[in-house]
């Protein structure tokens, strides 16, 4: 291959030679220091290449060799240039556009922002304009070190900043803090520790306040747990705030509807199209989108590539299509997958922090309407907090206030 | 001196010929083509005489330092 770039680079000429004696022709030149290459001969007439500096020594040895000399081919920049002198408009175009090119490269088109999932894209970009990094930028003028600073400073969430200008792309790589856990001191007032619903407690744990009910109990809906009313072994009181976690056998119930009747929107016929040009960042837009608000809409962006090199032109296309209602009738069957599918995604949500021990399912038509009740037996944390009023003095005896 | 050294004896007598399976043959030294063509090749090689027979001979690199002939090599003759 850089063989094929060398010749194409110096210039070749592919000749063809008449006459008896080439093989005397061939190894005259060979000595003399002329490299044929691809020799070859098909009756009397003799092919080769030679490299166009050394075409004009041939001239003596094929008179010695009484050789007829024709040129077949000239290849090479050298030529092809010589060949489109006339094409100036062409090539100053052509020119012209690599210039372009250039130019445009040296300038920030497209700002892409990685790495982060809580802190938004819209803020880090943001803090980038501020200290002047923003499409239409000169890519050189860039002090990154300082701008991964500033935009690290800025936004509270970042652990860090990486900014790498790759030609007309700018890559903002960041990396997210982990969230500091909140420390918020739990006793400020006197708080007991009741109920939230009846149940057979099946297991306690207490962080703090004086246990009063006990593995066992069977507890009624605001029934005192954990009282906030401590005594010591010197027989002194004193209030905390009591802190605990009761598990206990429940029931619970949730209830699901699923109507047998539904209407459904769907994307209907096409009614606009709307272009929009985004030209060095300053959008263009052919069309009054107010008008079609309360259609489906889509968008759609074509960036311009000059090769793999993005161009900072895009057309966004937005689509405005009419809105379809369609009515849907299920069949029992249908209706009755569509509430258990409902039924369990509730159970995700509303029962996330419960161990459900066992589900009875009861299932009945009504008003159009598939009904599922489904009552549950599960375990279930019922410790709920309840502040006391007292007259008497609080003192807080934590560590922690 | 060649004894001493143990020199080949190919290289003593600047006769090198070496064959790459069926299809290359390069000649080391100084070689003159006396006929060329696809099926049959003759050359001149020291005070040897060689004709290579074959199909889609064609010269792949010439100089005064040798010849290397690619293509389908059938027959190798001295003479």
New interface residues.
Partial sequence: MFDNFLRYVTGTVDFCAEGADSEGFLGFCIKNGIEIMNPRKTGYVFFGTVFARDYKKLRKPAKKFGLKFKIIKKNGIYFSARKNKNKIGFAAGMVFVVFIVFLLNQFIWEIDVSGNSEVNTEDILASAEKYGLFPGTFSGKHKTDTMEWFILNENEGLASVEINIQGSKANIIVNEALEKPEMVPDDDIPVNIIASRYGVIERMEVFDGQKIAKTGDAVMKGDLLVSAVFEDRHKKLTLKHARAKVIARTDYILDVEFPLEQKLTEKGKLRKNIYDFEILGINFSFGNKEKYKDCIIQTEEKQLMFFWIKLPFKLITTRFYSVKEKGITYNFEQAKDGAYALLSEKEKTEMKDMEIISRKVTEKVKNNKYILKAEYICLMDIAEEQPIESDTPWENTDDMS | MVKSLDVPTEIQSGFYIELYSEKEIVLTGRV???????SVLKLRYFEHRIEICGEKL??AA???DGIRICGKIIKIEFS
């Fill in positions: 003159d083509v006396i006929e060329l063509g696809e064609f010269i010439y100089t005064p």
